[in-house]
């Protein structure tokens, strides 16, 4: 039988061509199409079978048909190959990137040809270059912030030196103000950057809550007040009648809005008065657009600058940098902010006069029983009032700068405090003693806090029932959802003010909580019970069990590597390149019958894209199962 009656026949493995996603061509070893499947019209463009009897080479681009060949002779002299990269010319004359792994036909049926598994990787060579677009910005972004943030720690390390120099009480007041304005500055700069990596990530959300806008602004100019005064600068703000109503809408992200421009205002006006306003520039069957205003009477901002001014690192001049400080990101923020509500921003200005933000976002009316669900109550700053005095207090903390600042804060109020070193230490505590609360960091040697706070809620009753509250660096909401995963009960922000661990103390002091359940995402990974079965391979060798031996080689050489790449993207996180990895290996558990796990390998690959939750558990299901296949094939005798 010759190579044109073995596709006549339709002998050839057609499981690998039921994945319609692929195009699937059969090859002589001198490149000529015997057979290609319905897949290269969506793909190429080409109608059924219209490639049949076409050169192979000839589609090939021109400027790597060299490079290629020899691939392409490297795979004639192999069982199997993979992840041969090549570029194909469609029906529209451009040039497409595919990738194939290719099943040589010569070692079972004795037949001078390739089954060519392609699968265009156009997107994946755009995201290539996509990804060292986004290296460049990212050296940028670094060389930009790495002054942002080195001149107040610099700050603070000098007036830290001055300090132990056994300077006078005058003196000590000040350098201690200089380092809580550092101090404050970075925190700012930190803010702004995880604001900026929200939004570009696509992961900010945004409230539909109803609130007063007339409190909002008010308590908005409060906020600025004593820093205006003691600029001698006059603020004030005025709101149209009509304007004055409930809307509904996100009141935390208005408020970050205007108080970048009110900032900025104030930075760059050394003299004057600053105003904001608000009206309504128009209506609509479903929304009002209100327009807000704030003007100055400040430096201005150039004419040629005035575009580039929301862009990030992009303040009008380095000197303004240099004399007023700031991340440059507070305007590409706010830009970010308008356009994501559906609205728009514009400047006007002149220099030495003056000027004037008008942002316009659109927003529904609410009424007061809106108001009564919304939390912009936890805007305006709050008086608690409470004894936290004899509360037993565990501090679980390695850093010890950050040890004695909480024990200092927690002193004052006149806790009983303990201090752990690492979780373990902190679990070992808890056995031996009772406490109210526990304040847990995360990142420590020996045990960190996750594993203390598991190991804490698997204890008796009702020592797991204390309340624990991370103290963590970490302010994205996956970090906090991390943390509540894993049983704690609320988080601190590092770097926190007393206030703020006073209110969550506060919060905790009288409540019994009751033990936090294990989430769907720790729960243990239900493993696969299917066995390697070689009767398809057999099959479709016809019992070369020469053939058969080699391919189970291959496997075991090529299912480690798959398992060793997935699992360095999954702990990166890098779900799309999981997907790629796991795609490499689905031919094969085809040929070992392994249907269940091509199932999952499926499942993968479709929410590889999207980042499921439970993308990391079926990735650790589906390695188990690799591994299990692989200590299966060692012993497997052919």
């Known amino acids: 039988m010759n190579l044109n009656d073995y596709v006549k026949k339709g002998l050839f493995h057609k499981s690998v061509v039921e994945d319609g996603s692929d195009v699937i061509?059969?090859?002589t070893y001198s490149g000529e199409i015997l057979y290609h499947n319905a897949s290269v019209r969506e793909a190429l463009g080409y109608r059924a079978n219209s490639l049949v009897g076409k050169n192979f080479f000839d589609y090939v681009l021109p400027e790597s048909l060299q490079e290629f060949k020899e691939k392409y002779r490297q795979s004639i002299r192999r069982a199997y190959n993979e992840s041969v990269e090549f570029q194909f010319r469609c029906s529209s004359k451009i040039y497409k990137y595919f990738e194939f792994n290719s099943i040589n036909l010569f070692q079972k049926e004795g037949l001078e040809g390739l089954i060519l598994d392609c699968r265009d990787i156009t997107q994946r060579k755009k995201d290539a270059e996509e990804l060292l677009r986004a290296q460049k910005a990212k050296e940028q972004f670094l060389a930009n912030i790495s002054h942002e943030i080195r001149t107040p720690i610099n700050g603070i390390a000098g007036m830290a030196t001055l300090l132990s120099n056994h300077p006078s009480s005058k003196e000590q007041a000040t350098y201690l103000n200089a380092i809580k304005s550092a101090a404050d500055n970075l925190k700012v700069i930190i803010n702004d950057i995880l604001d900026l990596a929200s939004i570009e990530s696509g992961k900010l959300k945004f409230e539909q809550i109803g609130f007063n806008l007339n409190d909002l602004l008010r308590s908005l100019v409060d906020t600025f007040g004593i820093q205006a005064e003691e600029k001698g600068i006059q603020l004030n703000f005025s709101i149209e009648p009509g304007a004055d109503k409930i809307i509904i809408g996100d009141p935390v992200r208005l408020n970050q809005i205007l108080i970048n421009l009110i900032s900025n205002a104030l930075k760059f006006t050394p003299s004057g008065f600053i105003a904001l306003k608000c009206f309504i520039e128009r209506k609509d069957s479903k929304k009002h657009y209100f327009r807000f205003e704030v003007s100055d009477t400040g430096i201005g901002i150039p004419?040629?600058?005035?575009t580039i001014i929301f862009e990030s690192f992009s303040q009008a001049d380095a000197s303004v940098t240099r004399k007023y400080g700031g991340t440059g990101l507070g305007l590409t923020i706010v830009k970010q902010l308008v356009k994501l509500q559906h609205g728009t921003i514009s400047v006007r200005s002149?220099?030495?006069?003056?000027?004037?933000?008008?942002v316009t976002i659109p927003y529904s009316i609410g009424s007061s029983k809106d108001v009564a669900k919304s939390p912009f109550m936890s805007l305006q700053s709050k008086t608690y009032q409470g004894d936290l005095k004899n509360m037993k207090v565990l501090l679980v903390e390695d850093n010890d700068i950050n040890r004695l600042y909480a024990t200092s804060i927690l002193k004052n109020w006149e806790c009983d405090i303990e201090v752990a070193e690492n979780g373990y230490v902190a679990f070992e505590k808890t056995r031996s003693s009772f406490f109210d609360i526990i304040l847990m960091d995360l990142q420590m040697p020996v045990m960190d806090g996750f594993e203390a706070t598991k190991a804490i809620r698997m204890s008796d009753s009702p020592k797991n029932m204390i309340p624990i509250i991370a103290l963590t660096a970490n302010a994205t909401k996956k970090d906090i959802e991390k943390c509540l995963a894993a049983g704690m009960n609320d988080c601190v922000v590092k770097p926190f003010t007393p206030d703020e661990l006073f209110n969550v103390l506060l919060k905790y002091s009288s409540k019994i909580v009751k033990p936090v359940?294990?989430?769907?995402?720790?729960?243990?990974?239900?493993?696969?019970?299917?066995?390697?079965d070689l009767t398809y391979l057999s099959k479709t060798s016809h019992g070369d069990q020469n053939f058969m031996r080699e391919?189970?080689?291959?496997?075991?050489?090529?299912?480690?590597e798959i398992i060793a790449e997935i699992n360095i993207h999954s702990q990166k996180e890098e779900w799309i390149k999981v997907g790629k990895a796991v795609h490499k290996i689905k031919p094969s558990l085809t040929l070992l019958s392994l249907s269940e796990l091509k199932n999952l390998a499926v499942q993968i690959e479709e929410i590889a894209s999207t980042g499921n939750d439970h993308l990391p558990q079926k990735t650790k299901q589906f390695v188990q199962g690799l591994e299990l296949v692989l200590e299966e094939l060692k012993v497997i005798k052919i």
């Open 25 to 27: 061509f059969i090859v």
């Open 303 to 306: 004419r040629d600058k005035r």
């Open 350 to 358: 002149k220099e030495n006069v003056g000027s004037t933000f008008t």
């Open 517 to 532: 359940k294990a989430t769907p995402a720790t729960a243990l990974v239900t493993p696969l019970t299917q066995h390697v």
């Open 551 to 560: 391919m189970v080689d291959a496997f075991l050489k090529t299912i480690p």
